[in-house]
């Protein structure tokens, strides 16, 4: 994305008025600044109007500047490292109340995503999980956490359930070696997306198993090989990724199918009830 949207302004630097060019040369040297910069405020630091800004956006191609602007957003989220996120979210928050900056900024993630995600594929996705053999769950680095969490949810609902460890490609493979057409992987990815990942996505696709992709966009690396796309909006938090709109999707994923198995599942808390009654598994209220 990155080369493709730069190498286009590059290439048409001499056709560019000298306002447009000083905005061309800018974005080509601070993409992950000018990305999260509303197009007032990039022609404040460029020395431009607002209007020549949004006239340049549509000139490479685009609607208007939120056009650019999400481009250049989806460009930098998967190339800044740790140390440029940290620079472009303190420059994105602020001063000011952070703990409120941070938990709108969240909420506005999950209202953006209530109104954005396909029901379909998510109701098939579900289906999908019901009906499968074996359930395959893989997420790496922070993602890890979300298929952590959806992995114990779904022991206490499925008996065919593998959390896919992922400490070492080779062993990764080995554990959904076996994976076939009867099974699905569920793949949970967000910037900066691990190569292992795709790799195992790739894998399972080719053995014909079913693919549901939790993701941030149709342009993520997992999402050419999914079957049903969640798409979840995510974004940096500084150097730490803000995945709460994908957990309210596995959320939402696990809520349902518990529906949909409420009376196996009601015998099952039963029993499991009487054990950790038994074995004193949770502290006993005053």
Known sequence: MKVDLMKSIQSRMNTFSKGQRMIAN????NYDKAAYMTASKLGKSIGVSESTVVRFAIEVGFDGYPGLQRALQEMIRTKLTSNQRIEVANMRIGEGDLLEKVLMS???KIRNTIETIDRNHFNAAVDAILAA????IIGVRSSSSLASFVTFYFNL??????????TSGSEMFEQILNIGEDDVMLAISFPRYSKRIINAVEYAKEMKADVIALT???LSP???????????QSDMASFVDSLVAPLSIINAMIVAIGRKKQ????QKFDKLERIWEEYDVYA???
């Open 284 to 286: 006993k209220s005053h």
């Open 263 to 266: 009376t196996e599942l009601t």
């Open 26 to 29: 800018y974005l080509i040297s």
């Open 133 to 136: 053999k074996t359930i395959y």
């Open 216 to 218: 941030d966009s149709t």
């Open 106 to 108: 969240d909420v506005e």
């Open 157 to 166: 609902i499925f008996d065919h359930v593998k959390f896919v460890q992922t």
């Open 222 to 232: 997992i999402a050419e090989y999914a079957d049903q796309l969640l798409i979840a």
